[in-house]
C-alpha cells in the first residue's frame, strides 16, 4: 500500500541514488536489499525509467495534443457506421454530445443518434441507472416521451437510438413569439409527458427548451429521460484544487450541472436530493420564458444567476406582457416557487389547472364573439392573483377579489383570445404577436492615449476600464431588428444639479443622420473620428434607445448633434424631457449578456422600446 | 461629456482585438477571493489556447519546425497586459491555464478514442493512421490517470507535472507558481517523471 510517507521515503532513496556513480549505486542499492527490502524492486525500477528519456512525459503536453484540441470536425463523419446504424450526418450538439441523423440498416429507418461523451459513461452504475430510466420512460409508450429504439455500445463508444423527430427544439422555436393558445398546449404536452414519467417514478432533472422538440404536426416530444442522472456528481473525481477542476468541467463540458443554471429548481442548485417538484419548477421556467421573452432568473455570471434563481423573484409577467391573463400568471408563479413545499406538489396538480385555463380560454373565445362590446380588465384585478397569491383565502374580501379577478380573467382572456388566436393550437403563430421584444448587440473600441499619443491599437472593450484623460471611443451596434436608434450621453453631475445631456446618435457623424437602422445593420459611431471626453470627471452614462418607431422626445433634440453645436442640449426644457423619458423607460433594468468571447454585450428588453445605459468611469 | 474628437486622429481601419486589462483586471479580482472572476476567466483562456492550438498546427505544417513557445505562453502574452501585471498573477495566470490544458487535452483524448474504437469499420487515411499509431490518446489518458493517483499521496508533485507538462513552463516559473526553491522543484520534477514513465511503461 502505497503512503505520503512510503512515498517520501522512496523518493529520498531515489535521489539518494541518482546522485551516485554507477559503482557507488550497486553498492547503495545492495545494502538497502538488506535494511529496505520490499523498497528496492521499486527503487530499481524508478531508476531504470530515470534513464529512460522516451516516455510522454517528456515532451510538452501540446506537441501530443495541438491536434486533438484543433480538431473541432465531428466525432463521425457521413458514411461512418457505428453497430448498424449508418452515420447520414451532424443534426446538432445536444447537452450531452453530438447528435447525428442515421439511417437504421436493419428496419430501414431514420435515427437519431446520440453518442454519449465517454466521461459520462466510466461510472457504470451510473449507467446502468441512465440506462433503467431511460428504457422505462421510453416503454411508457405517452405520445409526448421520445421513443429510445436502443440503447447501445461497441467498445468504448455508447450511443442512444431514438426515433428521428423532424421537427425543431423549443430552444430554437422560441426565438419567434408564441401566441398563449401555444405557449398552453406545449406546456400541457410537456406536463403530461411528465405526468406519466413521475407515474412511473421517473424525475427528468432537466427540462429546459433544448430538451423540447416541436413536431410540424402539432406534438410535443420531451427528449432526454434520464440523462441528467449521468451528469449528476461528475465533478467529484478530481483530486486537488476540486472547485476550479468542477468549474473547468461545468465551462468545457456542455451539459454538466453548472452548464444549464437557467432551467434550474433551488434545490438543485443547492445540490439536495430530487423529486418530481424539481421538474414542477424547470417547467415552471420554460412556460415563464415563453410567455415573457426571458429566463425569469439571469445575472452576467453564472454564480449571479444561481443568486438570482435561489434568492430573488423574477421580474412580474405583465411588465413584459401587460394583458396576460392573471391565471397564467398565478401557474407560472406557483410553479416558479422557491420553497418546493409552497409549489405544486406534484406535475398533475400543475397538469390540472393548464388545463383548466386552456378550457377557460376556450370558453371565453365563444364570448369573445358575441357582438357586445368588450371592456378592458381593469389592471388592479388582473394584478390581484399574484399579490394575494401564498395567502390565506380567508375574509370575505379576498372571496371578492377572486370573483373580481375571475370575472376580469374571462373578460381579459375573451379580449386577449380574439386579439390573438387565429388558429387552433398548435399550429403556426398568427400574424400579429402579443409580445414584442427589442435586442440589441454593442460594443465598444477604445483607444489609449498617453501623453497625448495613441497608446497601442484601438481594442474591444472586454471589461470595465477607467478611461483616462484622452482615452477616445467608438460605439458599434447591431441588431437582428430594424428599428430608431438613439445614443444619448449623460454627463457626470451632483445629486442636487440637472443631469446634462448631449446626442451622440443621430449625428451626422454616422448612418447620414438618420436614426433608422434596418435589420443587421451594424454602424459604427461614429464614422471616421472618436469620441472623447471632457474635463470633467466622473461617471459617464451612455443611454442607448432601440424604438420601433420614432421616439418624440429625442427626436426634438437630434438637431444638436452637428459639429457646432457638439451635441449638447441645452435647452432646459428638453433636457428635462429627455430625462423624463430616460427614466421612465430604463425600469425594470434590461436583460444583458454577454457573447462567447466577452466583446458584445446583447440587451433584450420587453415592449418596444429598449433603453440600456452603459456606465463608463472617467477619473 | 462625451464628444466626437476633431478629426486629427488617424483614421483606423482595423479593429485588432489586442490585449486589454480585462485578463488582468480578472485575475486580481479572482486572486481576492472573487469566484465569478474565475467563471469568466476560464472561457477567455480556454478559447485562447483553442486557438493557438490550431495556428500552432498550421504554422508546423508550414515551416515543419516545432515551436519552442508554448501554448500557454503565447496565450499568456495574447491576453494579459503585459505592462500592468504583476509576477503573482501571472503565476496564477500559468496554473489556471495548465489545469485548463490538462482538461481540454484529457477531455479530447477520451473523446477521439471513443469514436474511434466506436466506429470499427471506419476507413482512416493513410496519415491519420500514421499519426495515430502511436496512441497519444491512451498514453494522455493513462498520464491522467497515473498523476491522480500521483496526487493522492503527493499532491504537490502531482501539481508540478501538471505546471510542467500540461502548461510547459519551465522549472523556475514552476518553483514561481508553486512557490517552491528551485532545488526542490527540481527534485519533485525528477522524481515525479521517474515515476510517471515507469507507470507508462507498465
Known amino acids: ?619 | 461629456m462625451v464628444f466626437v474628437a476633431t478629426p486629427r486622429t488617424p483614421r483606423m481601419n482595423k479593429l485588432e482585438i489586442l490585449p486589454d486589462q480585462s485578463i488582468t483586471h480578472l485575475l486580481v479580482k479572482w486572486g481576492s477571493g472573487d469566484k465569478a472572476a474565475l467563471d469568466e476567466l476560464i472561457p477567455l483562456v480556454y478559447n485562447e489556447l483553442r486557438k493557438l492550438a490550431a495556428s500552432y498546427l498550421r504554422r508546423r505544417s508550414a515551416s515543419n519546425t516545432l515551436q519552442a513557445t508554448a501554448l500557454v505562453h503565447e496565450a499568456y502574452v495574447r491576453l494579459a497586459d503585459q505592462s500592468s501585471i504583476s509576477i503573482e498573477h501571472r503565476a496564477q495566470f500559468f496554473g489556471l491555464a495548465a489545469k485548463i490544458m490538462r482538461d481540454i487535452l484529457v477531455d479530447h483524448a477520451r473523446k477521439r478514442l471513443a469514436t474511434k474504437r466506436g466506429g470499427q469499420q471506419l476507413r482512416l487515411s493513410l496519415t491519420e493512421a500514421e499519426r495515430f499509431g502511436h496512441k497519444p490518446e491512451v498514453e494522455l489518458i493513462a498520464l491522467d490517470e497515473a498523476l491522480k493517483t500521483l496526487a493522492s499521496t503527493n499532491p504537490q508533485h502531482s501539481r508540478v507535472v501538471e505546471l510542467r507538462f500540461f502548461g510547459g513552463l519551465t522549472i523556475e516559473e514552476t518553483a514561481q507558481v508553486m512557490s517552491l526553491s528551485h532545488a526542490t522543484t527540481e527534485r519533485y520534477w525528477s522524481f515525479s517523471r521517474a515515476w510517471l514513465r515507469r507507470e507508462l511503461a507498465a
Open chain 1, 1 to 619: 500500500m502505497t503512503t505520503p510517507e512510503s512515498m517520501q521515503r522512496l523518493e529520498e532513496l531515489f535521489h539518494e541514488a541518482v546522485g551516485l556513480g554507477p559503482q557507488q549505486r550497486a553498492e547503495f542499492i545492495a545494502r538497502l536489499r538488506d535494511s529496505n527490502p520490499d523498497l528496492v524492486a521499486e527503487l530499481e525500477s524508478l531508476m531504470s525509467a530515470h534513464e529512460q528519456p522516451d516516455s510522454l512525459i517528456d515532451a510538452p503536453a501540446y506537441e501530443a495534443g495541438a491536434e486533438m484540441i484543433a480538431d473541432t470536425q465531428p466525432a463521425l463523419l457521413a458514411g461512418q457506421v457505428v453497430a448498424h446504424y449508418t452515420v447520414v450526418g451532424p443534426l446538432g450538439k445536444g447537452g450531452m454530445g453530438e447528435v447525428y441523423l442515421a439511417n437504421d440498416a436493419k428496419l430501414d429507418r431514420k435515427v437519431a443518434l446520440k453518442l454519449l461523451p465517454a466521461e459520462f459513461t466510466n461510472h457504470k452504475e451510473r449507467l446502468r441507472r441512465f440506462i433503467q430510466e431511460a428504457k422505462t420512460a421510453s416503454s411508457l409508450n405517452h405520445p409526448n416521451i421520445i421513443t429510445i429504439h436502443e440503447i447501445g455500445q461497441t467498445e468504448n463508444l455508447h450511443f442512444i437510438a431514438t426515433e428521428f423527430i423532424d421537427g425543431q427544439t423549443l430552444k430554437r422555436r422560441k426565438y419567434t413569439k408564441m401566441e398563449l393558445p401555444e405557449i398552453l398546449e406545449v406546456s400541457i404536452q410537456v406536463a403530461g409527458a411528465l405526468q406519466a414519467a413521475h407515474a412511473a417514478g421517473i424525475i427528468h432533472r432537466d427540462i429546459k427548451p433544448e430538451n423540447i422538440m416541436l413536431r410540424p404536426d402539432g406534438y410535443v416530444k420531451v427528449l432526454d429521460f434520464g440523462l441528467a442522472k449521468l451528469t449528476e456528481n461528475s465533478g467529484q473525481s478530481r483530486t486537488a484544487g476540486s472547485e476550479i477542476d468542477t468549474m473547468i468541467r461545468a465551462r468545457t463540458t456542455p451539459g454538466t450541472v453548472l452548464g444549464t443554471v437557467n432551467y434550474m429548481s433551488p434545490e438543485q442548485a443547492r445540490g439536495q436530493a430530487l423529486d418530481q417538484r424539481t421538474d414542477v419548477f424547470s417547467l415552471g421556467v420554460v412556460m415563464y420564458e415563453l410567455a415573457a421573452g426571458h429566463v425569469p432568473f439571469t445575472g452576467a455570471t453564472k454564480i449571479d444567476t444561481l443568486v438570482s434563481l435561489l434568492e430573488k423573484e423574477p421580474p412580474p409577467l405583465d411588465v413584459a406582457w401587460p394583458d396576460m391573463p392573471a391565471e397564467f400568471q398565478r401557474i407560472i408563479s406557483k410553479s416558479l416557487r422557491k420553497n418546493r413545499e409552497e409549489r405544486y406538489q406534484t406535475i398533475k396538480d400543475l397538469l390540472i389547472d393548464l388545463k383548466s385555463f386552456k378550457e377557460e380560454l376556450a370558453f371565453s373565445q365563444k364570448l369573445g364573439r358575441s357582438p357586445s362590446p368588450l371592456v378592458q380588465p381593469g389592471t388592479a384585478a388582473a394584478k390581484a392573483p399574484a399579490q394575494t397569491e401564498g395567502k390565506p383565502r380567508r375574509s370575505a374580501l379576498l372571496i371578492l377579489v377572486a370573483v373580481i379577478v375571475l370575472a376580469g380573467l374571462l373578460v381579459g382572456g375573451a379580449i386577449w383570445w380574439r386579439r390573438a388566436a387565429t388558429g387552433a393550437a398548435p399550429g403556426p403563430a398568427p400574424a400579429q404577436p402579443p409580445v414584442v421584444q427589442r435586442t440589441v448587440n454593442y460594443w465598444l473600441t477604445v483607444q489609449k492615449y498617453r501623453e497625448e499619443k495613441p497608446y497601442g491599437e484601438p481594442f474591444r472593450l472586454r471589461d470595465d476600464i477607467n478611461f483616462e484623460k484622452d482615452y477616445q471611443l467608438r460605439l458599434h451596434i447591431n441588431s437582428s431588428q430594424g428599428g430608431h436608434l438613439y445614443v444619448i450621453n449623460e454627463g457626470p453631475s451632483g445629486a442636487d444639479q440637472a443631469p446634462t445631456f448631449n446626442v451622440m446618435f443621430p449625428s451626422t457623424t454616422a448612418n447620414h443622420g438618420s436614426a433608422l437602422l434596418t435589420q443587421n445593420q451594424q454602424i459604427q459611431i461614429p464614422e471616421q473620428t472618436w469620441f472623447k471626453f471632457d474635463e470633467q470627471q466622473g461617471t459617464e452614462r451612455i443611454w442607448l434607445v432601440w424604438a420601433i418607431n420614432p421616439v418624440p422626445e429625442l427626436e426634438a433634440v437630434k438637431g444638436v448633434a452637428n459639429p457646432k453645436d457638439r451635441g449638447v442640449i441645452s435647452s432646459p426644457g428638453l433636457a428635462a424631457a429627455v430625462n423624463q423619458f430616460l427614466k421612465a423607460h430604463s425600469s425594470p433594468s434590461p436583460s444583458v449578456e454577454r457573447d462567447a468571447d466577452r466583446t458584445e454585450t446583447i440587451v433584450k428588453a420587453p415592449g418596444d422600446i429598449l433603453v440600456h445605459v452603459i456606465k463608463l468611469e472617467h477619473h
